[in-house]
C-alpha cells in the first residue's frame, strides 16, 4: 500500500508536469487548478478540496522529501495496522492535517502530503511507547522509538523555523494519527469481528469528529465562504451579487484585504471608479509592500477615470516595474504623462506600448500627439499616417476620424487637404 500510495502522489506530480505546470515552481492558479488547499474554497463549496491536496506537491524538492518520509515509514505503519487500516489511516490524517491548515491559515494555498505521513508518525507514537504487545515487541527497541520521535520533533520545529511550512497541517494530522495508533488493534494481536468492529468504531467515531471540526470551521470562518461567493459572483457576471457579499464580509471582518481586492474589481467592472480607489487604497495599506500588478494598475486607471492623472503616476510606474510586458499599462503611464504634461516620458511609455502590441492604433495615435506636443510635427505627422494607413474595419471611425483632424491641424497642412 505505501507503494501504491507513492505512486499515486508521484503520477499526479508527472501529469501536472506534462500539462505544463512548473515542476520546481509551480504558481498558486496552477496548484488550486490540480486541487490544493485554500481556505475560501473549501469553506464554500469545494469540501473535496481536503482529500485532492495531500496528492498535490509545490515542487520537486516537496515531492520528493515527502515521498521519502512516507518510503521510510509506511512500511513499518503496514506491518504494524495492516495494509487497509494504514491506508484508513493515511487518509483521514491527511483530511485532518488539510482540516486544520483552513481552520488557522484559511489564506494560504495549502498542498502536500505531510499531513497524512505525520499521522502515520503520529499513530507509530503510542504503538510503540503506550502498547504492550507481543506481535510488535521487536520493534519497541529505542532506536525504532527515538526514531519516530527525533523525526516528528524535528519536522515540527523546523515548520515553526520556516514561514513557508504549515505546521497547522502537520498537528493536525499527527493528534488525528496518535487517536488511531492509541485507540485502533493492531495486526496480530487482535483477529476476528472483535478487531474488525473496533476498527470500524474508531473510524467512525474520528470521521464524526473530523465532519463536525469543519462544519464548526465554516461557521467559525465564514466570511471566507462569503467572499469566495462574492468573488464567484464577480468572475460569473453577477456582479451586484457580488459586490453585496463581498460589503458584508468587510463589515464584518474590516481588514480582509482579499474582500477589499474583489470589491475594488467589482466597483471597477461597474465604472464606479472613487468606490474602486477606496478598495485598492486599503489593499495598499493593509499590505504595503504590495507587488500585485492587478491592483496597482487598477488603482493607477481609476485614477486616470476620475481626472487624477498625477495621483495615477506612482502606481502605474510600480505596475510596468513589476510587469514590464504588459502593453495595457505602459499605455495608461503614457496617458498619466500626457495630462500632466511630461510629453518626453509619455512619448516613451507609448513606444513601449507599441512595441509590445504593433497594431494598437489609439497608443500609435496618442505616440504622435506626444511628438506634436513636444513640436516634432514631422514624427506626429508619420504616426498619424500609419494610423491612416490602417485598412478599413481594423480601426474604428472615431479612431480614424481623430487622426484625420490631427495631421490636417499640423503645421504646413491645410485642413482640406
Not at 191 to 213: D, K, P, Q, S, Y
Amino acid at each position: 500500500m505505501t507503494m501504491v500510495l507513492i505512486a499515486i502522489n508521484v503520477l499526479v506530480f508527472v501529469a501536472m508536469a506534462a500539462s505544463g505546470v512548473s515542476p520546481m515552481e509551480p504558481t498558486s492558479l496552477e496548484l488550486l487548478k490540480w486541487g490544493a488547499s485554500f481556505g475560501p474554497h473549501e469553506l464554500s463549496n469545494e469540501w473535496w478540496r481536503l482529500f485532492t491536496a495531500m496528492f498535490v506537491h509545490i515542487g520537486l524538492l516537496h515531492i520528493g522529501l515527502n515521498m521519502y518520509c512516507l518510503w521510510s515509514l509506511g512500511p513499518l505503519a503496514e506491518r504494524v495496522f495492516g495494509p487497509w487500516r494504514f491506508l484508513a489511516l493515511y487518509l483521514v490524517s491527511g483530511v485532518a492535517g488539510n482540516v486544520a491548515s483552513v481552520g488557522l491559515h484559511p489564506m494560504i494555498v495549502a498542498a502536500g502530503a505531510s499531513g497524512a505521513i505525520f499521522g502515520v508518525a503520529g499513530a507509530l507514537l503510542p504503538v510503540l511507547h503506550l502498547r504492550n504487545i507481543p506481535a510488535i515487541v521487536n520493534l519497541r527497541g529505542r532506536r525504532g522509538r527515538l526514531g519516530i520521535g527525533g523525526f516528528i520533533v524535528y519536522n515540527l520545529m523546523y515548520g515553526f523555523a520556516s514561514t513557508g511550512i504549515d505546521n497547522a497541517a502537520h498537528i493536525g494530522g499527527l493528534l488525528i494519527g496518535f487517536i488511531i495508533g492509541y485507540a485502533a488493534p493492531v495486526a496480530r494481536s487482535h483477529t476476528g469481528r472483535e478487531a474488525e468492529w473496533r476498527t470500524r468504531g474508531v473510524l467512525i467515531a474520528v470521521a464524526i469528529f473530523l465532519t463536525a471540526t469543519f462544519v464548526g470551521v465554516r461557521r467559525w470562518r465564514h466570511g471566507y465562504a462569503e467572499m469566495d461567493l462574492g468573488r464567484r459572483a464577480l468572475i460569473t457576471g453577477h456582479t451586484e451579487d457580488g459586490i453585496a457579499r463581498l460589503v458584508r464580509v468587510i463589515h464584518d471582518d474590516p481588514d480582509n484585504e482579499q474582500a477589499h481586492y474583489w470589491l475594488g474589481a467589482g466597483y471597477m467592472d461597474r465604472h464606479m471608479y472613487q468606490n474602486a480607489i477606496e478598495e485598492f487604497e486599503t489593499v495598499l495599506r493593509l499590505r504595503p509592500e504590495s507587488k500585485d500588478v492587478f491592483v496597482l494598475a487598477s488603482l493607477g486607471a481609476a485614477y486616470l477615470d476620475t481626472d487624477r492623472a498625477e495621483q495615477a503616476i506612482a502606481p502605474l510606474e510600480k505596475a510596468v516595474q513589476i510587469q514590464p510586458d504588459s502593453a495595457r499599462n505602459h499605455y495608461n503611464l503614457g496617458l498619466a504623462y500626457l495630462r500632466t504634461r511630461n510629453f518626453r516620458a509619455a512619448l516613451g511609455s507609448f513606444q513601449q506600448a507599441i512595441e509590445l502590441r504593433p497594431d494598437d492604433a489609439i497608443a500609435l495615435l496618442q505616440h504622435g500627439y506626444a511628438y506634436q506636443q513636444l513640436g516634432i510635427p514631422d514624427s506626429a505627422r508619420i504616426d498619424y499616417a500609419r494610423v491612416l494607413s490602417r485598412p478599413s474595419g481594423t480601426i474604428s471611425d472615431d479612431t480614424r476620424a481623430k487622426a484625420q483632424n490631427l495631421i490636417a491641424g499640423l503645421p504646413g497642412i491645410s485642413k482640406t487637404h
